[in-house]
Nanobody
Framework: QVQLVESGGGLVQAGGSLRLSCAAS????????MGWFRQAPGKEREFVAA????????YYADSVKGRFTISRDNAKTTVYLQMNSLKPEDTAIYYC?????????????????WGQGTQVTVSS
């Protein structure tokens, strides 16, 4: 079973940047699309971004489009989320996840492996 470990979260002022990383244990990382989700206190988990297995296709929630960039390095079995122009409403626990081959990109039920999450807090 793959293990996903997120890092890079922290406290940042509004307008600042953070880069999240998600390291996957060795295995067939390169054949799976990967995604980032987030969950704020009292809210449901929501889709943030996803990237295809070869990195050529990316998908974003409207709320982060133009500010966040997802990327991956298959040689390092790592997926990244560069977050710029952060807003207080971006405050949440961020999770990376592995998408099943036939799953739909924007739905968390399509992801079968999850990291433990990393906290991102944006102060105003």
């Amino acid at each position: 079973q793959v293990q996903l470990v997120e890092s890079g979260g922290g406290l940042v002022q509004a307008g600042g940047s953070l880069r999240l990383s998600c390291a996957a244990s060795a295995g067939t990382f390169s054949i799976y699309a990967m995604g980032w989700f987030r969950q704020a206190p009292g809210k449901e988990r929501e889709f943030v971004a996803a990237i295809s297995s070869n990195g050529l296709n990316t998908y974003y929630a409207d709320s982060v489009k133009g500010r966040f960039t997802i990327s991956r390095d298959n040689a390092k079995t790592t997926v990244y989320l560069q977050m710029n122009s952060l807003k207080p409403e971006d405050t949440a626990i961020y999770y990376c996840a592995r998408k099943t081959v036939l799953g739909r990109t924007y739905f968390d039920s399509s992801y079968d492996a999850w990291g433990q999450g990393t906290q991102v807090t944006v102060s105003s």
